[in-house]
């Protein structure tokens, strides 16, 4: 049995954030989820497949995010109790879907569980959803610790299913994947089966009706505010003269930074758990008694400006300011030792930071930057491609593993803006430039947003070579499956769907498909792609190995090594391919046996065929 399915109401567990909201999820009767994956979020929907195998709690990977909040609202609407998974940036594609949704409302509870990453961990922005609750009007909840992720997460469904529109949790990085205790509460029975009762002017948004929706919205908002204004996940503690308001980490932060000053008997804090809408009375109740405010809250002013509007609005004439104060900025995450420095220098209160360890002495260590893995297709396919459109070439690439094909040697790639990007931009490239012009997207991104710009590519009459890298799974957040997998090898039971067929379908005339590891043929095939005077697409279809390794495919194949009464030390292996198998030995060049999984492209561009399989 999955440990988060334990019906064991008041034992205590070590769980990981998300974790803990997927517990909390089931307690509140979960029927229906969907995602798409995508860190920090990615280990809610791990569970929920997991539990889904055992359970008749229906889950599915759904193709892009807007998919899965349309999937969700629906059974949602039908009345079943509903999750939907995503980060941050995948609320910008689920945003057309969600702003009308708060219109439409639903039956059943939905909750939207939305990760930022502060500090861009793993995203390529960094931005405030808080910002999507205030724009959709819809109520927003931000939990502090593992315990609150589950009891904030069967609150979300009941308050969703009591005011009949979705509640947003918000989470950030640092949130997700804490480890803390968490006592469980008791399974509710879940609905997997309701009855859709018909109304077509609350459903069918068409002007008239939506202008009706849109004040039975804002109705709601005011029963929400009324509720955010009571709510127990909101709080004032203390009773000095210096309030502090804060939400989600930084909570604990001020809590360790008040107690590391010894200042509890001069501060006031107001947490806000129950962020949005704004619980104004308690702010206003909060700025009376204290005589300045600082707010500590990671990336944009949005508590402090609202604070310094509904103090203006009641005539309070204290200090409100959060941003610019010590070392609280805009950018990044927040750390206990930036908050304690804001809170002393804010407060006035003589303060020494601690010495840091005087590390001079000490070598440097050497650097680690993210890397393509050893016998990653992605590599070979870059290396042939490069071989034929040579250095000149744009490669506007995409969002997956593949985008480390920006670091040198590779260095292929020039422009990426979000997921699907790749294929849209290189049709502005091509008409823009004389430049050949050969763009890179995963296969789960593919299915994801690519499709919409091939079709648009091959409408509009576009001339570049799409480079689908095909391996088989969603590699960079966990082998998550998508539409293009085999399902049988991941032990699933969807229909696998044909990357091929859908080019094909597009409109697509040229198609090359290629092994990446059949080095001279694969560059054969980039020559004619490239030659070609249309658009052109080639498919590289390899297995990542780590996600062959864990359902069996792998090949077992003898790793290689240099014979050095061969090697001339051109270094073509590490200059051209830099696989980190490979490392210099002094002056010579060597390959880690541990490391390489015999994957031979090494060896195919070995001008004195000095890498060989190593002998047993």
Same mark, same amino acid.
């Given at each position: 049995?999955?440990?988060?399915?334990?019906d064991a109401?008041?034992?205590?567990f070590l769980?990981l954030?998300?974790?803990?909201i997927?517990?909390?999820?089931?307690?509140? &009767?979960?029927?229906?989820?969907?995602?798409?994956?995508g860190?920090?979020?990615s280990?809610?929907?791990e569970q929920?497949?997991n539990?889904?195998?055992e359970?008749?709690?229906?889950?599915?990977?759904?193709?892009?995010?807007?998919v899965?909040?349309?999937?969700?609202? &629906?059974?949602?609407t039908a009345?079943?109790?509903?999750?939907?998974?995503?980060?941050?940036?995948?609320?910008n594609?689920?945003?057309?879907?969600?702003?009308?949704l708060?219109y439409v409302?639903v039956k059943g509870?939905?909750?939207?569980?939305n990760?930022d990453d502060?500090?861009?961990?793993?995203?390529?922005?960094e931005q405030?959803?808080?910002?999507?609750?205030?724009?959709s009007?819809?109520?927003m909840?931000?939990?502090s610790?593992?315990?609150?992720?589950?009891?904030?997460t069967?609150a979300?469904?009941d308050l969703?299913?009591?005011?009949?529109?979705?509640?947003?949790?918000?989470?950030?990085?640092?949130?997700?994947?804490i480890?803390?205790d968490?006592?469980f509460?008791?399974?509710?029975?879940?609905?997997?089966?309701d009855?859709?009762?018909?109304n077509?002017?609350?459903y069918?948004?068409?002007?008239?009706?939506?202008?009706?929706?849109?004040?039975?919205?804002?109705?709601?908002?005011?029963k929400a505010?009324?509720?955010?204004?009571?709510?127990?996940f909101?709080?004032?503690?203390?009773?000095g003269?210096?309030?502090?308001?804060?939400?989600g980490?930084s909570?604990n932060?001020?809590?360790?930074?008040?107690?590391d000053?010894?200042?509890?008997?001069?501060v006031?804090?107001?947490?806000?758990?129950f962020?949005?809408p704004m619980?104004r009375?308690?702010?206003?109740?909060f700025?009376?008694k204290?005589e300045?405010?600082?707010v500590?809250?990671?990336?944009?002013?949005?508590?402090e400006?609202?604070l310094?509007?509904?103090?203006?609005?009641v005539?309070l004439s204290?200090k409100?300011?959060?941003?610019?104060?010590?070392?609280l900025?805009?950018?990044f995450?927040?750390d206990?030792?930036?908050?304690?420095?804001?809170?002393?220098?804010?407060?006035?209160?003589d303060y020494?930071?601690?010495?840091?360890?005087?590390?001079?002495a000490?070598?440097?260590?050497?650097?680690?930057p993210?890397?393509?893995c050893a016998g990653c297709?992605?590599r070979?396919?870059?290396y042939?491609?490069?071989?034929a459109?040579?250095k000149?070439?744009?490669?506007?690439?995409?969002? &997956?593993?593949?985008?480390?094909g920006?670091?040198?040697?590779?260095?292929m790639?020039?422009?990426l803006?979000?997921?699907?990007?790749s294929?849209?931009?290189a049709c502005?490239?091509?008409?823009?430039?004389?430049?050949?012009?050969a763009?890179f997207?995963?296969?789960?991104?593919?299915f994801?947003?690519?499709?919409?710009?091939?079709i648009?590519?091959?409408?509009?009459?576009?001339k570049?070579t799409?480079?689908?890298?095909?391996?088989?799974?969603?590699?960079?957040?966990?082998?998550?499956?998508?539409?293009?997998?085999?399902?049988k090898?991941?032990g699933?039971?969807?229909t696998r769907v044909?990357?091929e067929?859908i080019?094909?379908?597009?409109g697509?005339?040229?198609?090359?498909?290629?092994?990446?590891?059949?080095?001279a043929k694969?560059?054969?095939?980039?020559?004619?792609?490239?030659?070609?005077?249309?658009?052109s697409?080639?498919?590289?279809q390899e297995?990542?190995?780590?996600?062959?390794?864990?359902i069996?495919?792998?090949?077992?194949s003898r790793?290689?090594?240099?014979?050095?009464?061969k090697?001339?030390n051109?270094?073509?292996c590490i200059?051209?391919?830099?696989?980190?198998?490979?490392?210099l030995?002094?002056?010579?060049?060597?390959?880690?046996?541990?490391?390489?999984?015999?994957?031979?492209v090494c060896?195919?561009?070995?001008?004195?065929n000095?890498?060989?399989?190593?002998?047993?």
């Open positions: 049995m999955h440990k988060l399915l334990k109401p008041g034992s205590h769980l954030g998300n974790e803990a997927a517990r909390g999820a089931l307690e509140a &009767g979960l029927a229906f989820a969907t995602c798409y994956p860190t920090p979020s280990e809610i929907p929920f497949q539990i889904s195998r359970t008749d709690l229906y889950f599915e990977y759904s193709v892009n995010e807007k899965a909040m349309e999937v969700a609202a &629906g059974a949602a009345g079943l109790r509903t999750m939907v998974t995503m980060k941050h940036v995948g609320l594609v689920a945003a057309d879907p969600l702003m009308t708060s409302g509870g939905m909750v939207i569980v990760a502060p500090s861009l961990f793993s995203s390529q922005n405030d959803n808080r910002y999507y609750a205030r724009l009007g819809l109520p909840l931000e939990p610790n593992t315990q609150e992720m589950k009891d904030f069967v979300a469904f969703s299913e009591k005011l009949e529109i979705p509640v947003i949790i918000r989470t950030t990085t640092r949130i997700n994947h480890r803390g968490v006592a509460g008791a399974l509710r029975p879940r609905k997997t089966k009855v859709f009762k018909k077509p002017f609350r069918v948004t068409v002007p008239a009706v939506s202008r009706n929706l849109h004040k039975i919205l804002l109705e709601k908002f005011d505010l009324a509720l955010s204004n009571e709510s127990p909101n709080s004032i503690t203390g009773s003269k210096f309030g502090i308001v804060t939400n980490v909570y932060y001020v809590l360790d930074a008040v107690k000053l010894h200042i509890e008997d001069k006031s804090i107001l947490r806000l758990g962020s949005w619980p009375e308690l702010c206003k109740t700025m009376k204290v300045k405010v600082l500590v809250e990671e990336l944009e002013p949005i508590v400006n609202d310094k509007a509904i103090a203006q609005e005539g204290l409100i300011q959060g941003k610019g104060v010590a070392g900025s805009r950018l995450e927040y206990p030792g930036m908050v304690r420095q804001a809170v002393a220098a804010y407060l006035g209160i020494k930071a601690p010495v840091p360890v005087d590390l001079s000490a070598p440097q260590l050497p650097g680690r993210p890397n393509l297709p992605h070979a396919t870059y042939s491609v490069k071989q459109f040579g000149d070439a744009i490669h506007p690439t995409d969002i &997956g593993c593949y985008t480390l920006l670091l040198p040697p590779i260095s790639a020039d422009f803006i979000c997921m699907g990007s294929v849209s931009s502005g490239f091509s008409r823009a430039t004389d430049q050949k012009v763009a997207i995963g296969d789960s991104t593919f994801h947003s690519g499709i919409t710009g091939l648009n590519a091959v409408h509009n009459n576009h570049f799409l480079v689908i890298l095909d391996n088989g799974t969603t590699a960079m957040t966990g082998h998550q499956p998508h539409p293009g997998v085999d399902a090898a991941m699933l039971d969807g044909s990357i067929e080019v094909r379908a597009c697509v005339k040229d198609i090359h498909l290629v092994k990446p590891f059949k080095v694969t560059i054969e095939a980039a020559k004619a792609a490239r030659d070609y005077d249309g658009l697409v080639i498919i590289s297995y990542c190995p780590l996600f062959a390794k864990a069996g495919e792998r090949k077992k790793p290689f090594q240099v014979n050095h009464s090697c001339k051109h270094r073509d200059n051209l391919i830099a696989c980190p198998a490979m490392y030995d002094g002056e010579q060049v060597e390959i880690n046996k541990d490391l390489c999984i015999g994957c031979s060896a195919q561009i070995c001008p004195e000095a890498i060989l399989p190593l002998k047993e």
